[in-house]
């Protein structure tokens, strides 16, 4: 991980030459960085807005890639290992098929579970194109809001670094959970 002093000197020094390789590799804390250079107008926010969410995009597409090509390559021993049996790897594969959009635009907004649902749906096989779509309706307001609070508190950006990758993703990620148990458990009532 790239220390966050670096990453304001480079993206200051470099502009957008830099900050689309390096939101792709380190992902939220590099949009905050960039709103708050936006707020200093030291890079222009109409110009990192498209920039971080192709790079979140280009990210996303590169773990659902890993996820697909991961799996083809293991060896069955391998899979067993990892808990993957074909049995498993059914259901995974039938989740994604009836509620991939959904996996993925609630571990996009968490950004805890985002690595696992994104290699996950590329295990799963998830069709590429309804796995884009899904993906960029996510990641178009999760960078936003991002950028936005980079823009408002960016100063804070050392804060703001300590809470995505601390208890607060964590935290997230049981409200999402919590959340989807309490609708599933109400349709499963109503249908009853």
Do not use: Q
Not at 49 to 73: E, K, Q, T
Not at 79 to 86: C, I, P, T, V
């Amino acid at each position: 991980m790239i220390e966050h002093a670096e990453l304001v000197s480079m993206m200051s020094s470099y502009g957008l030459w830099v900050l689309t390789p390096l939101a792709v590799l380190e992902g939220p804390i590099v949009t905050v960085i960039a709103g708050y250079l936006a707020s200093l107008s030291i890079l222009s926010l109409w110009l990192i807005v498209p920039c971080v969410i192709i790079a979140d995009i280009v990210g996303d597409c590169l773990m659902y890639l890993l996820g697909r090509l991961a799996l083809g390559s293991l060896s069955p021993r391998w899979r067993d290992r990892l808990g993957l049996s074909r049995r498993r790897l059914f259901h995974l594969m039938r989740g994604f098929r009836r509620n991939g959009t959904r996996i993925l635009v609630a571990a996009k907004l968490t950004h805890a579970a985002g690595f696992a649902a994104l290699t996950a749906a590329g295990a799963a096989r998830m069709p590429f194109m309804e796995f884009l779509v899904a993906n960029t309706l996510a990641s178009i307001p999760k960078s936003l809001f991002f950028v936005v609070l980079g823009y408002l508190f960016g100063s804070a950006y050392e804060t703001i670094a300590k809470w995505l990758s601390g208890e607060a993703a964590l935290i997230m990620l049981a409200l999402v959970l919590g959340l989807f148990t309490i609708i599933y458990l109400r349709r499963r009532r109503v249908r009853r």
